[in-house]
């Protein structure tokens, strides 16, 4: 194995150091190392961040390898600076099987850019019915700690309960997309006074809300660990401080996309800013910046949602719900919490990685620890152009923005995925 000396760089904000990479290692912190027979990747101006965890990522394979496919997500979130990404069950089949979260894994493994870690179904194809096979997937290769039938909401509460009971056992966690579907049937968009205007369907924020409401008191209830995908208003921040006060086991997740835009871009028509949850006020925004400062939310994760051109360049009402978000995760983060590093490390790596159980992952560069790492040049900015993005898709809704921050370097256990800002496979 290869080494690699990072020099005069500056690990999660602090004064610059070097940084020895050995054998898939981190072997050594400090000034002024030695070592002529390592690569030197000069780190002069950039900050080196534990290598961030995405806990919320569809990869569209098996189904959609139009859209997406494991090798080609895994590029994309290495050129985002990720290390290890948790892939959503909503495929084709749908991966509520030890095969299909195997399947998922061992592609995952091939590529080598980053661990994909799959997240199980939790009910059989997504449907809602009854409980998919979580134990044989929690055994499986793929050790699955997390089920979700992201895209869709467990909206039984027997279901969910069970579900939550179920994964006690090996302290697994229910992801929840929530939405109580019953109040956002034929939801277009964000129930407010833009959708009135336009005359689009409104997705109520309640219709969230609710849902986190009865879920904290289910995990509560039975004592299990429940986390929520993409909160997305000030009131579901409400709720989740309340549940987490009482020390019910909860973790939230916002995504880039929630922290910055709002629903009047639903004003253009551009089907690119159609997602679910919608993207809500400037008053929800505010919100979810300031609990994700707090703590309240624990997380920021991509809910990376690549779409081919024809499920997104059609009619608004016709189009899929979803946008890219691996490849802008970072420079989102930057522009929204400035240049925190150690908030940054924490909400985009160290915490997303427990929550997750990688244990490998969401360490700082320090002796003996795995050499997962990404190296950021804060002082960077560069303009976001879709045909340029190594996703398969189209849809970020950042195109021709211009962002601050660039991915340099990604690590993954001492080896480059991504060098001088290029892939590297
Ligand atoms: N976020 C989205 O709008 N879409 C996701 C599903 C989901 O995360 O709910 C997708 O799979 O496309
Ligand atoms: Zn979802
Ligand atoms: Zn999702």
Redesign the pocket.
């Known amino acids: 194995m290869s080494s690699y000396l990072i020099s005069n760089v500056s690990v999660v904000g602090a004064a610059p150091t070097d940084v020895l990479i050995r054998d898939g290692v981190v072997a050594a912190v400090g000034a002024g190392l030695a070592a002529p027979d390592a690569t030197v990747v000069d780190g002069t101006g950039l900050v080196a961040l534990p290598g961030l965890v995405d806990l919320?990522t569809?990869l569209r394979e098996p189904g959609r390898e139009d859209a997406e496919t494991v090798e080609s997500g895994s590029r994309a979130a290495a050129l985002g600076g990720y290390t290890a990404v948790c892939a959503?069950a909503?495929t084709s089949p749908v991966a509520d099987t030890a095969g299909v979260v195997e399947q998922v894994w061992r592609l995952g493994r091939e590529a080598g850019l980053v661990d994909v870690q799959p997240i199980g179904a939790v009910t059989v194809g997504l449907a809602g019915e009854r409980l998919a096979e979580l134990g044989a997937m929690a055994d499986s290769a793929a050790r699955v700690r997390i089920f979700s039938d992201?895209?869709h909401c467990v909206a039984d509460p027997m279901l969910m309960r069970r579900a939550l009971e179920y994964v006690k056992a090996f302290d697994g966690t229910i992801a929840q997309?929530a939405e109580e579907p019953r109040l956002t049937e034929g939801a277009q968009m964000h129930e407010g006074e833009v959708s009135t205007r336009l005359g689009l369907t409104g997705w109520p924020a309640v219709a969230e809300e609710a849902i986190i409401a009865r879920d904290v008191l289910l995990a509560e209830h039975v004592g299990s660990r429940l986390h929520v995908?993409?909160v997305s208003t000030a009131g579901s921040v409400e709720v989740l401080r309340q549940a987490k006060a009482r020390g019910v086991r909860v973790t939230a997740e916002v995504t880039p996309h929630h922290l910055l835009l709002t629903d009047s871009r639903a004003e253009t028509y551009d089907p690119v800013y159609k997602?679910?949850p919608p993207l809500r006020t400037a008053t929800d925004i505010a919100a979810l910046r300031a609990a994700l400062v707090e703590g309240v939310i624990d997380i920021v994760a991509t809910?990376h949602?690549p779409?081919a051109v024809e499920d997104k360049e059609c009619e608004w009402a016709y189009a899929?719900?979803?946008m890219l978000g691996l490849e802008t995760a970072l420079s989102i983060a930057l522009d929204v919490l400035g240049p925190r590093w150690d908030l940054i490390a924490e909400r985009m790596s160290r915490t997303p990685a427990r929550i997750a159980g990688l244990e490998e992952h969401g360490l700082d560069p320090a002796p003996g620890v795995p050499a997962n790492l990404t190296l950021v040049d804060p002082a960077a900015r560069r303009t976001i152009e879709p045909a340029e993005m190594a996703s398969r898709s189209r849809n970020t809704p950042y195109a021709r923005m211009t962002l601050p921050g660039r991915i340099v370097a990604t690590f993954l256990r001492g080896e480059p995925t991504v060098l001088d800002g290029k892939a590297l496979k």
Request: glycine share 12%; with cysteine; net charge negative.
């Open positions: 919320h569809h959503m909503n992201d895209g997309h995908c993409h997602v679910n809910d949602a779409h899929r719900p979803g």
